[in-house]
Every structure is written in C-alpha cells, then in structure tokens.
C-alpha cells in the first residue's frame, strides 16, 4: 500500500476484527476449509502490521454489528511522508 501511496496521503483499511467472538470462529472455520486464507486480525495486531510497515496511526475505531460481530477501520499515513517535508 505504501509503495502506490501518493506522497501525504493516507490509506483507511476496514476488515473483520478478531476482537469479537463470531470474528474469531470463522477465523478458525476459514482455516480449516478454505485453502486460501490467511487470518483475521485484533485490532491491536493490526496497529502493529501497519507500525512495521511505517504507517503512522491517523484514527482507528471499531465498528459493532450486533452483539458478537463487527469491524474495525484505521487511517494510517505513511511515517516516511510526515518527515520528509523536514529534510534539509
């Protein structure tokens, strides 16, 4: 995502969060029946994947669906963008 970002732009990543219960069995039920899946993930890990990508965290939420499901969305800008503006 950083690679095709436009300089001080910023990218929003809405997906299933893993910190809900119903997130958390189909994570596990698409592990075992779909060959093509990866993972879902916590809100947290999710902060942690784009910090190591430098993006910097704009704003993130999570959205509630219902009782047991839902999604979070995060705005990230990429930490390289902030600073380059500063080099001499």
């Known amino acids: 995502?950083?690679?095709v970002l436009r300089a001080g732009g910023s990218v929003v990543v809405m997906d299933?969060?893993?910190d809900y219960i119903f997130?958390?069995?189909f994570d596990i039920a698409l592990r075992l029946i779909e060959p093509a899946y990866q993972r879902c993930y916590t809100q947290r890990?999710?902060?942690r994947?784009?910090?190591s990508a430098q993006f910097d965290i704009q704003s993130a939420r999570r959205v509630r669906i219902d009782?047991?499901?839902g999604?979070?969305?995060a705005t990230g800008v990429?930490?390289?963008a902030c600073y380059a503006s500063f080099d001499v």
């Open 71 to 73: 999604l979070m969305i």
């Open 78 to 80: 990429d930490r390289r």
């Open 67 to 69: 009782v047991v499901w």
């Open 49 to 51: 994947l784009l910090a």
């Open 16 to 18: 299933w969060c893993k």
């Open 45 to 47: 890990e999710f902060h």
């Open 23 to 25: 997130c958390r069995l």
């Open 1 to 3: 995502m950083r690679r």
